[in-house]
């Protein structure tokens, strides 16, 4: 599987990669957004993987209102139809997070490719990640077919 192609041993991102810098003062960090198919017992999965680093020689440091650091979620026809975060408590407490320049810091989850009712979905899915700092900091989206 390959993994954040667009995220280079300097943190800078590779041209048409996805991986987009945050916007701001001070440094920025790089993300990329990764999506593999998977067979997990038989079933089709999608590992759904966000990549993270600072992009420049320094530190970056990002706020988080919450004790959430990312999220994922699946679009179709324009609509959101699937997040990762539903249902789940976060604490409620302000934290900051360093990303170190050439230190990739990973975020996934296997996703089963249903909605948030459980159903099955088929055809064309886009999957969006961000970071959930203050301010959100999003990866390109990635498109799936969905069989």
């Given amino acids: 599987m390959t993994v954040f192609a667009g995220l280079g041993a300097t943190g800078t991102p590779s041209t048409g990669t996805g991986a987009s810098p945050a916007a701001g003062a001070g440094p920025a960090v790089a993300v990329d ?7 997990v017992g038989g079933q089709a999965a999608y590992v759904l993987a966000l990549g993270v680093m600072a992009s420049g020689n320094e530190e970056a440091v990002l706020t988080f209102r919450t004790g959430q650091t990312y999220d994922f979620a699946a ?6 139809v699937w997040r990762w975060s539903a249902g789940r408590a976060f604490h409620q407490a302000v934290t900051e997070r360093r990303f170190r320049p050439g230190e990739l810091v990973v975020f996934t989850h296997v996703w089963d490719g249903r909605d948030a009712l459980g159903n099955p979905l088929t055809g064309p899915v886009e999957i969006r990640a961000w970071l959930s700092s203050d301010p959100p900091i999003a990866a390109e989206p990635a498109i799936l077919q969905l069989p």
């Fill in 75 to 80: 679009f179709q026809d324009g609509r959101e």
């Fill in 33 to 39: 957004l990764a999506v593999e198919p998977v067979d």
